[in-house]
């Protein structure tokens, strides 16, 4: 079972650190990714770790603003926001799913099988 927490209320240009834990199994072997969903759109994917390896996925538009890490002792993946825009608004959820997975099959929504309950984010400005 995954657990989202750390959202909440900021303003434009602040910084929010998001953690991701798991109870019950631990994350090697997995694929942990941050999707988000603002409201009236689709889940939109933020970022991957490859909790084994360490490799960490972006899309252009987060990279350099957001970064992913992982925590082996706590079992938790983080992701640290900074210079939030308002259109970053959503609620964030995490998820993962068993290795391996195709780069092109990390991106993908539909290729997680675990996910956390979700964490809102409001960027105001």
């Known amino acids: 079972q995954l657990q989202a927490f750390g959202g909440g209320l900021v303003q434009a240009g602040g910084s929010l650190r998001l953690s991701c834990a798991a109870s019950?199994?631990?994350?090697?072997?997995?694929?942990v990714a941050w999707f988000r969903r603002a409201p009236g759109k689709e889940h939109e994917f933020v970022t991957a770790?490859?909790?084994?390896?360490?490799?960490?996925y972006y899309t252009d538009s987060m990279k350099g603003r957001f970064t992913i890490s992982g925590d082996n002792a706590k079992n938790t993946v983080y992701l640290q926001m900074n210079s939030l825009k308002p259109e970053d608004t959503a609620v964030y959820f995490c998820?993962?799913?068993?290795?391996?997975?195709?780069?092109?099959?990390?991106?993908?929504?539909?290729?997680?099988?675990?996910w956390g309950q979700g964490t809102e984010v409001t960027v105001s400005s």
């Open positions: 998820a993962a799913d068993r290795n391996p997975l195709r780069i092109i099959e990390i991106y993908n929504v539909k290729s997680y099988d675990y």
């Open positions: 770790i490859n909790w084994n390896g360490g490799n960490t």
């Open positions: 019950g199994r631990s994350f090697s072997n997995y694929y």
